[in-house]
């Protein structure tokens, strides 16, 4: 059962990219070296192509700027933003590993509570390759941890699990608020160390950070679309929200789980309240909106792909949400567009489907 | 917002009972004397009448053996489980408090990871008196909680949060796994202090413990009901489930709150897992047909007080689960004996409904 027999964490050195959007901080790299160093990097410049960024010593790494984003996409690269981390999700695109993790740059390696250094990606990796409980809550949190199981009252046909496509990890230090509670709480700060990681239940939506992220590329990479933000957008700062949003829908179709918890990462410091409710200020409005329009998203039988439901995810979006702003009449074409993209440059025929088990 | 004022935790002490389902360890109440003296104790006795409990002095308590339920409910009586510690909700039924904190006589006091008691009383009610956060997770879990709150991506609309009518507490030590756990892992202890107190989702269904648990008896109470466990009866150990999957359905009907995690208990013993597994064997089966009931259960517009709501799910119970086995016709019929003798003592008249807001 469980937590019977713990065996070492594969490293996956081969089967795993690391995606970073820009590093604007030297000592980025050189902290997480230790634990990102046997891995191959994909960095994708999000401003002005001309700026060079300096990657240190010793890391294996492949670098895209905007020049590059367009050569390869053609005229495909519209689905990518410009001057906002959300052009992350093209390294998603170009990488052909099975599991991608993406983290921030403001992002440093944090201690647990006994003052070890917490290794954020092994973590990712445990939770990546354990089973997930989407159909019912287990009080102990993830049974397939060391030390843990089902409780009394577990359905025994349920204690297979799902496969997970997605593992969310957390960060002490600056917590990830919006623009408002980062105003009315400039000096909050979490210190809080939950020793737990549990599966958000099918059904239930929750707000997906990109800063510290983890997935499986092979079963939802197509549905880790970051959205139309920065320049020449009208919002900001959603675009983890969105493909968190989307992901959650087709992993409930999909009958794959998602994860959250462990790992903490040490999230430095606090982005600009002003300019961040410039960038939220109507997506705080428009969300109203988008998480019922979630909630109630249904998607056919027929939509046995990723791909598929995404497309029809889009479709959906057009209908419902081109009421609501114009801005989702583009970002569902964008949607569409993503998906062509993905198709082009990963055209080996794969798709992550339910009948294939991974 | 949230954590921004942090008040001292009311003890509720004219408002709370403690219910105990008999108490075979004199340790038990000594040990827990300085949290428990200044409240009002209900004792269940569950087996034998003629056997005296000896309460050390300075507990306020009064004692129900089977005598005295049967005084009390006359034929309702019936739907009172016998040796069986399924007979506690009988306490439910007779406090007139507000709220209920109900405790197993082996679950000591435990201590956090500074080596602090924990009051576990003072959490529960901590969870109690906050609102919960049903239709949406929060990744920081409980945003009530100081230093915590709402994250990026939480609608503004959600943030007023639920009525919180149940606090389901853990244990450390032995954890509360079923027999075949208990068989397979003998020597399993739960040792990891999980510092969080989160909500569980609507529409999510979860193995509720009655050896540490909390409840607002006003907004829940008649959902509460252990069912016939024991003598006489098919099953045993599924009691606390049952009242959590009933109750679990009409919160989510009712739009209130369940929370799950802090407090802990030391749970000092296990019980046999060769009388467990006789109790257990046909609850194991039955289960896989009871959590598809209870997931696809809906409870009708009309039913706009939890006694209503009870009295649909005993019909649905009969409908459907009557073809599981007879024990289920018997279970139904209780369930509404049980709603008629809890009228019965709570005759003000006062229901629990969904527009008194409490």
Redesign the interface.
């Known amino acids: 059962?469980a937590?019977?027999s713990v065996k070492p964490t594969p490293i996956l050195k081969d089967e795993l990219d690391i995606v970073i959007p820009t590093i604007r901080n030297l000592d980025f790299l050189e902290m997480w070296r230790p634990f990102f160093e046997q891995y191959h990097l994909i960095i994708v410049q999000d401003g002005d192509p001309s700026k060079i960024i300096k990657v240190p010593d010793g890391f294996d790494y492949e670098l895209y700027n905007r020049n590059d984003i367009n050569r390869i996409l053609g005229p495909k690269a519209s689905c990518i933003s410009f001057k906002d981390s959300a052009c992350r999700c093209f390294g998603y695109m170009v990488s052909k590993k099975k599991y991608i993790y993406t983290i921030d740059d403001d992002c440093f390696v944090a201690k647990n509570?006994s003052g070890e250094l917490i290794n954020a990606l092994e973590q990712h990796i445990k939770n990546l390759l354990s089973p997930s409980t989407p159909f019912?809550?287990?009080?102990?949190?993830d049974p397939y941890r060391e030390?843990?199981?089902?409780?009394?009252?577990?359905?025994?046909?349920?204690r297979e699990g799902a496969p997970t496509a997605v593992s969310?990890g957390?960060w002490l230090n600056i917590?990830?608020?919006?623009a408002?509670?980062q105003l009315?709480?400039p000096r909050?700060?979490?210190?809080?160390?939950?020793?737990?990681v549990?599966t958000?239940?099918?059904?239930?939506?929750?707000?997906?950070?990109g800063m510290n992220l983890g997935f499986n590329r092979e079963l939802i990479g197509p549905a880790m679309y970051f959205g139309l933000m920065g320049d020449g957008q009208p919002i900001g700062?959603?675009d983890?929200?969105w493909a968190?949003w989307c992901m959650k829908v087709i992993c409930d179709h999909m009958g794959w789980g998602v994860k959250?918890g462990l790992p903490y990462i040490w999230h430095s410091k606090a982005s600009n309240p002003f300019v961040n409710l410039k960038k939220?200020y109507k997506g705080?409005y428009w969300?109203?909106d988008l998480?019922p329009f979630f909630q109630s998203a249904v998607l056919p039988k027929e939509c046995v792909t990723v791909q598929q439901c995404y497309i029809e995810l889009a479709k959906q979006v057009k209908e419902k949400l081109g009421k609501v702003d114009p801005y989702f009449i583009k970002l569902a074409d964008a949607m569409v567009t993503w998906i062509e993209a993905w198709d082009e440059l990963n055209s080996s025929g794969e798709k992550s489907s339910k009948s294939t088990s991974k």
């Open positions: 059962m937590g019977s509570p019912f809550f287990n009080t102990l949190y030390g843990a199981d089902f409780v009394r009252g577990y359905p025994f046909s349920l969310h957390l917590p990830d608020y919006d408002p509670t009315v709480k909050e700060r979490n210190t809080r160390y939950v020793d737990a549990l958000v239940p099918k059904g239930t939506l929750f707000p997906m950070c700062r959603y983890d929200m968190g959250t939220e705080i969300q109203e998480i």
